[in-house]
């Protein structure tokens, strides 16, 4: 039943039907060819797995940045990272690095990162003098940093399958993101160093700093009192996104002054749309777990790993080519649903720390949204910069090494994911 799940499901993706609903229909033709199993089941599932109240974190998180991104805090914070780093040589590139730390604590979402961000600072970049493939790739890298700095969509997604804490997961995504996010700034600053790009704006005073961080503030400190609450049993996960977009709502009306029936209808359809969009995906693969299951595949499959590699370094290592390999043709949500049920047993098996694994696989599968020849954020930067696919990738192996760096540190040293 599972190799026909998993054949039906090829060949779904490669007729770009959409993942939710090759999901489904691939569970549904898996049943079908087994003919004992009712199709009933997948109702059942799919229905059993939209009943969690920690899912309901999903669409206030989205929300919440909706509206903190979509107004005057958004603006503001962009200025702040763009100021910020026209002190450094190459700081045009840095904006975007710095940017996606700021927004990271707002939106959670490489993608909604990608297409914000992009937008705004591409054609800005492009107009300092950066030619449009690098911009592109740039942009298209530092995306993923969203996905690490609290909150985080896909460690939301992990802990609902590998029953792990949201609090432990958003803590230690933290280390790893910044260090990706140096690692990037440092090869902006070489890159623009080794080619002579020099910034024709002249860097801003420290008391025009200190003012943009001052307003850029209440939303610098949203995922500070995230962590502080999870951490301090404050609220639960959901309370916290719900108070999330409370926050968000209090900081447009009497802060910024912004906020109109208007632009809340749209923050709405959009956190909506997205939602949606995450639990079809979701419900899908709840069945398609189910089915994975009732076969015993995971722990098979962990079985079959531990008797053919020994060595636990050799398993983490064959985990993350898998990872990669997988990252590239399906996109983050649906990879960890689907590969959390399995590498979670597999991970216990040789000792590895669930919490560290949810970084590994939400750095590998970001890591896919902008490898070639499949990549969302890659796609989404080279439109955006209106350059080709070939040129944006040229322009990406410096930052996929640093990206490589990074996540074998995180694979092999404990330490910056466990505290």
Known sequence: MSLTLIVSFTVLMLLAIPVGHALIVAAGTALLVQGQIPLTIIAQQMYQQTQSFPMLALPFFMLAGSLMLGGALGNELLAFASKAMQRWRGGPLSTTVVASVVFGGVSGSAVANASALGSVLIPWQKRQGYPAPLCAANNATSAIIDILIPPSIPLILYSLVSNVSIADLFTAGILPGLLMAGGFIVLCSWIARRRGYVSPEAPVSKAELARLAWRSMPALLMPVFILLGLRFGIATPTEIAVLAVLYAMVLSVVLYRDMSWGRFRVSMVEAGVA????????????????????????????????????????????????????????????????????????????????????????????????????????????????TTLGETTRELWPFFGVAMIVLLLVSYVPALTIY
């Not at 995450?278 to 069945?287: E, P, R, T, Y």
């Not at 689907?338 to 216990?348: D, E, K, S, T, Y």
Request: no cysteine; proline share 9%.
């Open 275 to 386: 939602t949606g969009v995450v639990m079809l995906v979701i419900m899908g693969s709840a069945i398609v777990g189910w089915i994975l299951t009732f076969d015993q595949v995971p722990q098979r499959f962990a079985e079959w790993v531990s008797a053919t590699i020994s060595n636990p370094y050799f398993v983490i290592l064959a985990m993350n080519i898998l990872l990669l390999l997988v990252g590239m043709p399906i996109d983050l949500p649906p990879a960890i649903l689907l590969l959390g049920p399995i590498f979670v047993p597999l991970a216990a098996s040789i000792g590895l720390d669930p919490v560290q694994l949810g970084i590994i696989m939400v750095l590998n599968l970001g890591i896919g949204l902008y490898t070639p020849p499949i990549g969302t954020t890659l796609f989404i930067s080279t439109s955006i910069a209106r």
